[in-house]
């Protein structure tokens, strides 16, 4: 009716992503993949969502199939600088 009683629609962001030794990922980092042969990669965000490409082979994967079904972490290791 007057409109200050509806429910504000949320703003979405990407996910927090942690690797499995739970250090926080962000965009730019470079992290050493333990699945499909990727070896290192660095990340990328492309909407509100985060793919892993390979440094080598230029590879892209969705951090989506990165996912850890024991811990819900990532199957990275961050790279230290």
């Known amino acids: 009716m007057f409109g200050f009683l509806k429910k504000k629609p949320k703003e979405k962001a990407p996910p927090q992503l942690m690797d499995l030794n739970d ?9 050493l993949s333990l699945r499909y042969d990727l070896s290192k990669c660095k990340i990328e965000l ?31 290791r961050k790279v230290k600088k």
């Open 23 to 31: 250090q926080p990922l962000n965009e730019g980092d470079v992290v």
């Open 46 to 76: 492309e909407g509100l969502q985060y793919f892993y490409v390979s440094l080598e082979s230029g590879k892209r994967v969705s951090y989506i199939k990165m996912i850890d079904a024991i811990t819900g972490n990532q199957k990275v």
